[in-house]
């Protein structure tokens, strides 16, 4: 069983930037693709990024795209999410979820693994 602990979140102001981590334990995460997605209260999961297996090849929401930059250790057996230039509407507790297979998925539905959460303000 793979257990996620993500941290890294916290209160930064717009333009800012934060890193995200997901540590994972249980299992190596060698085998999983890893993706980030975050919350709002009463709205659905938004998938954020994603990683296959290997961290070859990635995939990011429309509205991250030059701004996020997912990236994986397998040795150290931890994803990261570098958030730069935030926004308010970045704003959101972010999840990072892990599924077995080298490739990734952009639904949450196709995601066994996930962590808890970190919460991600952004002030204007």
């Known amino acids: 069983q793979v257990q996620l602990v993500e941290s890294g979140g916290g209160l930064v102001q717009s333009g800012g930037s934060l890193r995200l981590s997901c540590e994972a334990s249980g299992q190596a995460l060698d085998y999983h693709s890893v993706g980030w997605f975050r919350q709002i209260p009463g709205k659905e999961y938004e998938g954020v990024s994603c990683v296959s297996a290997s961290g070859g090849n990635t995939n990011y929401a429309d509205s991250v795209k030059g701004r996020f930059t997912i990236s994986r250790d397998n040795a150290k057996n931890t994803i990261y999410l570098q958030m730069n230039t935030l926004k308010p509407e970045d704003s959101a507790v972010y999840y990072c979820?892990?599924?077995?297979?080298?490739?990734?998925?952009?639904?949450?539905?196709?995601?066994?693994?996930w962590g808890r959460g970190t919460q991600v303000t952004v002030s204007s």
């Open positions: 979820a892990a599924r077995s297979g080298s490739l990734f998925s952009k639904l949450a539905a196709d995601y066994d693994h």
